[in-house]
């Protein structure tokens, strides 16, 4: 009886857990600009790269300046949505970019 108490017992922790958003998000106060390109943008490696324009990625407490790169699109066709600042109750944070 004990051996299965504990098996529910850690069932239910383990769901518990997986249920939990582990995306934790930073909030800004303001919102970041990029400071305008610091670097050429290189060549297109083939046909099939997109450009991706820099993003904010979380670092610490905020979010630093990740310049833009060719990616490879997933699958013919892809679309490449820009990340984007939204505002909350307070402050801003970042969404990233995602292909559709």
């Known amino acids: 009886m004990k051996?299965?108490?504990k098996i529910l017992f850690v069932?239910?922790?383990?769901?518990?857990?997986?249920?939990?958003?582990?995306?934790?998000?930073?909030?800004?106060?303001?919102?970041?600009?990029?400071?305008?390109?610091a670097f050429v943008r290189p060549a297109r490696p083939s046909a099939g790269h997109i450009w991706i324009e820099g993003e904010w990625v979380?670092?610490?407490?905020?979010?630093?300046?990740?310049?833009?790169y060719w990616a490879l699109a997933p699958r013919p066709h892809a679309m490449w949505i820009p990340g984007h600042w939204d505002r909350r109750h307070r402050g801003y944070v970042w969404v990233p970019g995602y292909w559709r």
């Open 11 to 37: 069932s239910a922790a383990l769901v518990m857990f997986a249920t939990i958003d582990s995306s934790a998000q930073i909030v800004v106060r303001s919102r970041l600009y990029h400071r305008g390109p």
């Open 3 to 5: 051996t299965l108490r």
């Open 58 to 68: 979380p670092r610490g407490r905020t979010y630093v300046e990740r310049p833009g």
